[in-house]
């Protein structure tokens, strides 16, 4: 395949990166006078523009060396940043499958990047053979996947993924948000077969602090030292990087709750399962189920009057609903409400 250099923009590999404060002193402990901050309070001081200390318990848990993290303002921040260093504006094309997660489209219009939409399989799969068509184009840079697929719920065959690692040349990007739910194992463990690959994690599902915002990726060094350059200064506030760090530390807390979330889903399934306005309930490694209803948009309509919220998934799945797996006690409440449902639609 081709270096990482060759698949940067030009422009990204000679820019000279904003250099701040900290990055200048380092980590000189003293009377900081270089910043022009305010002297006084609790917050008063920059954040780690590196984030070392929440790197480092992501390192210990991941086993992954710290050189090989990259920690953005949500997974949005890193997409958005993988298409700025390798797709020319206005050139440069991606490829993802839908349906699935809106931000890749997002970012690519933001970005003024091309898009080729490969449409998942009937089975929700990637269609390998249509995919491969476009693997020699010269200006398709970044490939996108995501596993388990989000709005889908399933996960993508292994040997598919393993595919395109072994025969596309750009970069690969594998987004894992929902990974936790799954028994289908990361690819964090062949970083180092593939340089290409990029490993996209999060605190927001599985870990529950979405309001933290905290995306990670993991690849090669050479990609994150790209990603670097063109991070703002500063793009994970210290609050932030604080609650990460004091949330992996809570790992029993953590398998706790996502022990519940599973069992929830199971009796979610079962429930769903007995009521005759549900179609069909595809198969699901999230925390959310995906529902073909007789009557979605009655049904989305009477949920919100009873003040449950699902998403309406319809222009992407025909007559399709997204729950997301609640408390017992939330859940308990939306199948009160659709029993009623069976009932009157």
Same mark, same amino acid.
């Given at each position: ?54 790197? /480092?318990? $992501? #390192?210990?848990?991941?086993? %992954? &060396?710290?050189?090989? +993290? ?6 949005? !921040? *890193? @997409? ?120 996209? /994690?999060? $605190? #927001?599902?599985?870990?529950? %602090? &979405?309001?933290?915002? +905290? ?6 060094? !050479? *990609? @994150? ?121």
């Amino acid at each position: 395949m081709k270096n990482i250099n060759q698949l940067a923009r030009p422009n990204v590999l000679t820019m000279c990166p904003y250099s701040s404060a900290r990055d200048e002193s380092g980590e000189i402990e003293g009377i900081y006078l270089d910043a022009n901050e305010n002297p006084f309070g609790k917050n008063n001081r920059y954040p780690d523009p590196y984030q070392k200390d929440l790197k /480092q318990r $992501l #390192s210990e848990i991941k086993n %992954i &060396a710290t050189e090989k +993290i990259f920690i953005g303002n949500g997974s949005d !921040e *890193i @997409i958005d940043h993988i298409y700025r260093v390798f797709c020319n504006p206005g050139k440069d094309k991606v490829m993802f499958f839908s349906p699935t997660f809106g931000m890749y489209q997002v970012a690519a219009d933001l970005n003024d990047v091309k898009v080729i939409d490969i449409p998942l399989t009937s089975d929700f799969q990637i269609n390998i053979e249509e995919a491969q068509k476009y693997f020699k184009d010269e200006n398709l840079k970044v490939l996108v996947i995501c596993t388990p697929n989000n709005p889908t719920g399933n996960a993508i065959n292994p040997k598919d993924i393993d595919f395109i690692l072994e025969n596309f040349n750009g970069i690969v990007a594998i987004d894992e948000a929902y990974i936790e739910f799954t028994d289908q194992l990361s690819y964090l463990d062949k970083i180092d077969q593939f340089p290409h690959l990029v490993l996209l /994690q999060t $605190l #927001s599902k599985a870990w529950g %602090i &979405a309001g933290v915002r +905290i995306g990670m990726a993991y690849a090669n060094p !050479e *990609i @994150i030292h790209l990603l670097n350059k063109v991070k703002h200064p500063y793009n994970i506030s210290t609050l932030n990087q604080k609650a990460a760090i004091e949330t992996l530390n809570q790992s029993s807390e953590f398998e706790k709750r996502k022990k519940i979330i599973l069992e929830e889903k199971e009796k979610l399934h079962l429930a769903l399962e007995k009521l005759s306005l549900v179609v069909k309930i595809y198969p699901s490694d999230t925390n959310f189920l995906l529902v073909k209803f007789s009557h979605s948009n009655q049904v989305f309509k009477k949920l919100i009057q009873e003040g449950i919220i699902v998403r309406d998934q319809s222009s992407k799945i025909k007559n399709s609903l997204r729950i997301t797996v609640g408390s017992p006690e939330e859940n308990l409440k939306l199948i009160n409400s659709l029993h009623k449902l069976n009932v009157t639609l």
